[in-house]
């Protein structure tokens, strides 16, 4: 499990130039909270993954050092995976030396994004940000993946 809390994130560029906060909107949109979890599960032939990844929301301004109308403000993103693994066939007890090899036939069933969750972003006004809509940003969303593996 990790958390990031960012109390700082500036950046100078060099002399003679402003100071861009980050945390405000300066020269990107950073959040100031990020949360990572992992688990990470295996008994007998049965294994489980789950990832949690939590971003807070941001800001990124159009003018430096001022929020404003069009600015773009990013809400909080929260993403679920999940992936189960289960070995299908075994062969006859092997060797320490010769397990990692023979082990047998692999089936992973793999849940990227487990609750469909989309980046969502309003101006700073308030209105609907263009190309944030429902499948601009991530046409994709929830992805569904099987494996079927074996080692030789």
């Known amino acids: 499990m990790a958390h990031t809390w960012r109390l700082e994130d ?3 560029i060099r002399d003679g130039l402003p100071q861009l906060d980050l945390l ?3 020269g990107g949109a950073a959040a100031r909270h ?3 979890a992992r688990v990470d599960a295996r008994y007998g032939r049965w294994g ?3 990832a949690l990844n939590w971003r807070g929301p941001s800001r990124l301004r159009r003018d430096l050092g001022v929020d404003g109308p069009m600015d773009l403000r990013l809400s909080s993103l929260t993403t679920v995976g999940v992936k189960a693994s289960t070995t299908l066939a075994r062969t006859a007890t092997p060797s320490a030396t010769e397990r990692r090899r023979t082990e047998g036939l692999r089936l992973e069933v793999e849940i990227e994004n487990l609750f469909d969750a989309r980046p969502m972003a309003t101006l700073g006004d308030g209105s609907p940000a263009p190309g944030y809509g429902r499948n601009d940003q991530d046409p994709l969303g929830r992805t569904v993946r099987m494996t ?3 080692r030789f």
């Open 34 to 36: 990020q949360l990572t």
């Open 10 to 12: 500036s950046v100078i």
């Open 24 to 26: 405000a909107g300066d």
């Open 148 to 150: 079927l593996s074996r």
């Open 48 to 50: 489980l993954n789950a």
